[in-house]
């Protein structure tokens, strides 16, 4: 719980009476990176836990509408934290996934609208047009006003001893006060860059759901499973697969989704053996085996196909190639595959005995952790993330490691044996699009010079490079706004 400018100061229950009262106010969630903050100020965060308190639970606004006004003013703010934190609470208080998308929409401006944007309400639209009056004008114009206190006058609260005048009066006053109070909670969050979130996209809203895809080896005495997770913004639009790393899980494309999820569902999952899908039995696996079970889960879970394109990094990557040549373009439109090769040089195959070696020593998936963060990011990475993805390659199960790893000895997609599923090499892939990415750093610019070199001698292909500049091997997470517009601007063209 830390911030990334200042440290956060979380004092031990019982030791801050100002600490215990916010406690108090968060309840399960307890000090927040914001209470660490501003607990550098004791005062002021006992005035500001008096205010938010007020704000958030003593109000006649309804919660909704509320809720509406404060993720308006994230989206307009760029506040990822603010949003994250109120997303759920937007959510509880009744807003869909439709109307969130519209708030977080800010190419939409509501200033001057007199009718609802299905499907928000004329409530809603008035709120969210005085939010952006008061945030971006600071003056709110006459109509703005206007059509708010219309729709709030239709609103009847629990106060029969005061007229409804009063009480739309009352109700306005809190309307005011919810956006002037959340812009400060904004910019106190953003100058500080509390949690680290400063960098990041707001968040595009979702509908998620986590899924069990059983294996088609699963018994009852060993059941095998993928563990896959689908954020479906809107049923017509188009779906993209995401295809994990080697020593990684569906987590390490978290800082990109905000990028993918304005246009597109995207279906995560994790590759056998890793995050939550079970190690494969016995522990081995091949990358013909890891085509098919892209092919079991879109079918399993009934996504509309073919797919707008399958997305993979590394192992990933070497994935999605194989996904593309086997079954491209029936079940994927386009490939993108990121820092990996189309062939397994014989020469790791005795680097990959080294880390499996590694990996069943005592504490050597800490050790592997530690190394791989170095080998793969050539530049420091935000201290938060780097936490984030040791602690997730720390914690790879080892026999699910050394089955991954074993199947980068010796594969080959250009001239691809049984292993590989069978059939053409990866030339003779046509007419399909492709995006090669590399990121310009990782193994000092020996993986992108190979994929350059890959893209110049697929001459059937439709084969696009993109090389990210300062990128290691996980472009997505140490330069993903980068990354992400160029791999956007090539799903736009598919």
Sequence with gaps: M???????????????????LIRQRRGARGLTPLDGALLHVPPVAEGWNLLLGAVRSKG???????????????????????????????????????QLRLI???TIRFSGLTADQPPLTPLHSAALAFTDASTKEIKIPEDVFKQLKVSLSDLTVDDADESKEYQTEDLLAEAAAVVATYNMVS???????????SDEAVPWPVDRREHTVPLPESTDSSPQSLHVLTLTASPHLPWLVLVNSLLTNHTSWTLILPHLSKS????????????????????????????????????????????????????????????????????????????TQAVG????????????????????????????????????LHPNTRKDIVEMIASADVLGFEAGARSLQGYDLINPGEKE??????????????????????????????????????????????????????????????????????????
Excluded at 3 to 8: A, K, N, Q
């Design 2 to 20: 830390t911030s990334s400018r200042i440290p956060g100061r979380f004092p031990p229950a019982g030791s801050s009476r100002i600490a215990d």
């Design 60 to 98: 006649k606004l309804p919660g909704d509408v509320r809720e509406a006004m404060i993720l308006r003013v994230a989206a307009l703010n760029d506040a990822a934290f603010e949003w994250i934190q109120h997303e759920p609470v937007g959510r509880d208080g009744g807003l869909t996934t439709g």
């Design 104 to 106: 977080r929409d800010t």
């Design 187 to 197: 910019r106190f969050l953003v100058s500080l860059d509390v949690a680290g979130k």
């Design 264 to 339: 597109y569902n995207v279906l995560l999952y994790d590759q056998r053996g890793h995050g939550k899908s079970t190690v494969p039995s016995p522990p081995t696996t091949t990358f013909g085996i890891l085509a098919d079970d892209i092919k079991l889960v879109l079918k399993t879970l009934e996504i509309p196909m073919p797919v707008h394109s399958v997305l993979g990094v590394s192992q990933g990557g070497a994935t999605a190639l194989n996904f593309g040549r086997l079954y491209s373009p029936e079940l994927a439109k386009s490939i993108v595959a990121c820092d």
């Design 345 to 380: 040089p014989q020469a790791n195959i005795k680097a990959w005995d080294e880390r499996i070696e590694l990996a069943n020593e005592e504490d050597g998936m800490k050790k592997l952790a530690e190394a791989t963060v170095e080998r793969w990011f050539p530049s420091p």
């Design 421 to 494: 599923g069978g059939g053409p090499g990866l030339m003779d892939l046509e007419g399909v699009p492709v995006l090669l990415v590399a990121g310009e750093d990782d193994a000092g610019g020996k993986l992108a010079e190979g994929l350059r070199k890959l893209k110049g001698e697929w001459t059937k292909g439709n084969v696009q490079f993109l090389g990210v500049e300062g990128a290691g091997h996980l472009p997505m997470v140490d330069r993903t706004r980068a990354f992400a517009e160029g791999v956007i601007k090539f799903l736009e063209g598919v």
